[in-house]
């Protein structure tokens, strides 16, 4: 269906891939991935036709119907319904046929395409239209609504909705997630995989692409490769991959070696004068063969909070909302050190709202909200990363939106902190208004990090994040010794950073007895009440039980309920293991770098005492020398102590 082959594409001076060949085939699902700018949005414009090769051949269908999401909306008095229904391109062009065979008195012409519109689903085309939109998260009386009165978000969920309207044999989707929720991604994983034509995915979603694809395409250091399996099997793939090469560039290593000694042995032999020549056009050609640049890593953690006050923050009897319009009410939270909670629910439901009256940024309408004086709350959402500065540099950022914690920071230091976000060299200095979406979220990232908070309340963090940054952002949180609140539809991050969920909706905010997999079933039931949930899940999806197999059936419900037990049993004692843990790490972090100081002190003063003027020093020496001994025997215990809970 569409084959490249020898592919080079450029944009401007840099090369996106070189020599790509691959064949995608009709009915394929594939996700392409890779680093942010490696060049997984050009390949989707050299299939959309925007961009040619500039070496090699592209080739596709001329007939080939393919959906694209708009990436610009309008900001018009069109209602929803209306734009999702015209998604279907064929269906507007009968009826465009129908009012002009109407408007020249052709009857007979008339007729015959009122036929074809019956043929191509037109009477159902709204209902249609309707189910992909309240899938994608519009409430059904926002339907009637015109667009201009939705957020971009929503009107992105809009686009989407009328691309899948669209009667095509090639979908393409860049990044299809970043505007929705956990439960429209659900929704939309469903009816992809459903889907009868071709699609090609740019997603950093491992989850979403595992669900989906049979293929995965990878774009680094020009090289665009071909993997079977979904993004977890090319994992496994790529590693293996490294682990070959790795061994051939060791053995090529000897080999140079090798060669590079008889070079240097014979080099000034007249008889063996063509030998050598001969090694030196090999190892000339030879670095262009083992060099391999691999992919940016990112290393950071969150610094120990300064203070762990308990609780850190607690809501009793609150109401959120905005003006006169209640969000939800009656909320009770109390949110301590160590906890893990993921906050779940559909658009609209009150999420972002629950987020920003935690933080204190915005006021309850009812109710009390009580922060611990030492409270330090570190909030990404997406307002956050608007509101750095176009025109300044981000080590500029870092020094006026870091807080206190940076204000007696270096030059260097700053630089060090943003390195470690992948902002190297010159480019601390560039304006922020030239970096990219995941550049930004970084950024933002990297000044929420220098703050030191013990509260991070996070809202869909891993917008324009790559795999890399959103594992590094996995880890970091893991050994994080503060709370962490998280709004996300990255069901990797929460299942592998929460250990309890609560539910926002229908006016409240409720805690679910479940995890990711039991939320799934949940939508699928309906969402019914969370007070009936062990009701519905005792009765399989709601069904009724039948009389003729009881002891089946209550099995099957104990099985369940075994189940849920166990998985809620791993999760506290993850919590509990982590709170355990964290105090231990935070402490050993801490002796890390009081080691490293005192180390450089007591071998400055080594140096010193070389000169016998210093002796008067030695007593310094001997008292820093002590204090590092120390040290270092507390370092050893907080690292059999860390072993041993980790064994337990």
């Given at each position: ?102 408007a020249a008195g052709d009857g007979v012409r008339e007729a015959q395409l009122h036929a074809d519109y019956d043929s191509a689903g037109g009477y159902g085309a709204r209902s ?485 003027a210093q002796y008067a020093r030695a007593a310094e020496f001997g008292d820093v020398a002590a204090r590092v001994t120390a040290l270092e025997d507390r370092w050893l215990a ?11």
């Amino acid at each position: 269906m569409l084959t490249l082959r020898d592919v080079r594409l450029r944009r401007g001076p840099r090369v996106l891939f070189e020599h790509a060949s691959v064949g995608i085939f009709r009915g394929d699902k594939v996700g392409i991935v890779g680093r942010n700018g490696s060049g997984k949005s050009s390949l989707l414009a050299l299939v959309r036709g925007e961009l040619a090769p500039d070496l090699g051949d592209f080739s596709a269908p001329s007939n080939l119907c393919i959906a694209v999401v708009e990436q610009s909306v309008p900001d018009s008095a069109q209602r929803v319904i209306d734009y999702v229904r015209e998604g279907d391109a064929e269906l507007v062009r009968i009826e465009h046929a129908i009012a002009a065979a109407h408007a020249a008195g052709d009857g007979v012409r008339e007729a015959q395409l009122h036929a074809d519109y019956d043929s191509a689903g037109g009477y159902g085309a709204r209902s249609r239209a309707a189910a992909l939109a309240t899938g994608l998260g519009f409430e059904p009386g926002d339907l009637e609504r015109p667009l201009q009165v939705f957020s971009g978000g929503l009107r992105m969920r809009a686009a989407l909705a009328r691309a899948l309207m669209r009667r095509s044999d090639l979908l393409l989707l860049d990044e299809p997630t970043n505007h929705l929720d956990l439960d429209a991604v659900l929704w939309l994983e469903g009816w992809l995989r459903a889907y009868g034509g071709t699609l090609l995915v740019v997603s950093h979603d491992r989850e979403f692409l595992d669900g989906i694809v049979g293929r995965i395409l990878h774009i680094e250091n020009a090289q665009l490769t071909a993997y079977h399996g979904n993004y977890s099997a090319y994992e496994h793939q790529a590693a293996e991959a490294r682990v070959r090469a790795a061994a051939l560039a060791e053995s090529q290593r000897r080999e140079i070696a090798h060669v590079q000694g008889f070079v240097d042995r014979f080099r000034a032999k007249a008889s063996k004068a063509r030998q050598v020549q001969s090694r030196l056009k090999w190892l000339a050609r030879l670095p262009e063969i083992i060099e391999a640049h691999g992919e940016e890593s990112f290393a950071w953690e969150f610094p120990a909070p300064a203070k762990l006050p308990r609780p850190l923050v607690a809501l009793d009897g609150i109401a959120g909302g905005y003006g006169s319009h209640r969000v939800f009410a009656g909320v009770g939270l109390s949110i301590a050190p160590g906890d893990r909670i993921g906050v779940l629910g559909r658009n609209g439901a009150g999420k972002s709202t629950l987020m920003r009256t935690v933080a204190g940024s915005l006021a309850p309408l009812a109710g009390e909200r009580v922060a611990a004086p030492d409270l330090e709350v570190g909030f990404f959402a997406q307002l956050e990363v608007e509101q750095l500065d176009a025109a300044g540099s981000a080590i500029e950022e870092l020094g006026r939106r870091g807080g206190p914690a940076v204000a007696g920071w270096t030059p260097q230091q700053k630089r060090d902190h943003l390195g470690r976000f992948g902002f190297r060299g010159d480019r601390v200095f560039e304006p922020v208004g030239h970096f990219s979406g995941g550049e930004r979220a970084r950024l933002t990232l990297a000044v929420m990090v220098a703050r030191r908070p013990n509260l991070l309340l996070l809202d869909e963090p891993t917008n324009h994040l790559d795999f890399e940054m959103r594992s590094a952002l996995l880890l970091a949180l893991q050994d994080y010794a503060g709370a962490v609140l998280i709004v996300s539809h990255d069901r990797s991050l929460l299942r592998g950073a929460c250990d309890r969920f609560l539910v926002v909706g229908g006016g409240v905010v409720r805690p679910f007895d479940g995890d990711l997999e039991d939320y799934a079933a949940w939508l699928a039931r309906g969402a019914p009440p969370l007070e009936t949930e062990s009701n519905a899940a005792a009765s399989g999806s709601g069904a009724t039980v039948s009389a003729a197999a009881p002891a089946r059936a209550e099995s099957r419900a104990e099985s369940r309920a075994d189940s849920r037990a166990d998985r809620r049993d791993a999760r506290r004692r993850d919590a509990a293991a982590r709170n355990r843990l964290s105090p231990l790490r935070a402490e050993l972090r801490e002796v890390e770098a009081q080691i490293a100081t005192l180390t450089a002190q007591r071998d400055a003063l080594a140096h010193a005492l070389e000169d016998p003027a210093q002796y008067a020093r030695a007593a310094e020496f001997g008292d820093v020398a002590a204090r590092v001994t120390a040290l270092e025997d507390r370092w050893l215990a907080l690292s059999e102590a860390i072993d041993a809970a980790q064994r337990a």
